[in-house]
């Protein structure tokens, strides 16, 4: 198991997003569907999949929270035909924000997002096959890269920041912010950039990261390393103090979400939904019975 985990927040379309994501996407199956009842939500479909060999998580939870370019996954290719290919598709009946064409940085890149609001970058790059989590970091949140890449990386235990790039003099945004960083987070890679302009939006639930975690012990230590909004927690989330939302989740979850009866899965629905930070013991002997 992949220990973080994007996190996909849709309204109603979970499974249909998540059967179109794998068609592009060598490598890529639904691993698993279940769906938990009596929500504030209503009904939630949760699809756990796999794309391009990363296991991923969907959900249809509502309205709530809708996808903006804060977050955006980039799918790097091995050529500019394939990735021309693979933009000309995930931008099918979405938003182009980037146009597909050459760029000084690559042979063929785009930005755009897709029919359902999420945000994909496409890129070419000699190790294609990839999907990487990006994170711009906008507004009050501006500026705070370099803090961020210190905090994430103390906070994971198998971390560090592989590099950093910054903008120089005529590229269009502040000299010496962050034009592009990569960081490996226990072994996820994720990049992130800033950007000084008003764009009018920022990190919200609707990307995720749920961080798997084998004992109550590392529940706890994620939860208190990371939790920086008290009035955010709920059900396992949390928010950091940069507005990323986490999911901090004991392994016993998935296990008893994937293999519970529908009775088991109702019991433990209604467990968590009371707790902030999860309880091993009091999921388990909601399971139980």
Known sequence: MSKITPHLWFDKQAKEATEFYISLFPNSKVDSL?????????????????LA????????AGPIFKFNPSISLTATCATAEEAQELFNK????????????????????GWCNDKYGLSWQV???????????SLMFTGEQFGKVEEALKFYT??????????VAKYEAGEGDVVGKVKYSLAMLEGQPFTLMESSMEHGFNFNEAVSFIINCADQEEVDYY?????ARPEAEQCGWLKDKYGLSWQVVPKQMGEMMSKG???????????FLKMKKFNIAELEQAYKG
């Open 34 to 50: 279940s769906t938990i009842k009596d929500t504030p939500s209503g009904d939630c479909d949760i699809v756990n999949f796999t």
């Open 53 to 60: 060999g990363q296991k991923f998580m969907a959900i249809s």
């Open 90 to 109: 995930l931008s099918a009946d979405g938003k182009v924000l980037m146009p597909f064409q050459e760029y000084p940085w690559s042979k063929g890149y």
């Open 123 to 133: 890129n070419t790059e000699a190790k294609g096959g990839q999907i990487i989590p």
């Open 154 to 163: 103390s906070v994971f235990k198998n971390a560090e920041t592989k590099l």
């Open 223 to 227: 939860w208190g390393e990371l939790s």
């Open 261 to 271: 009866t529908p009775e088991q899965l109702a019991r433990v629905t209604q467990a």
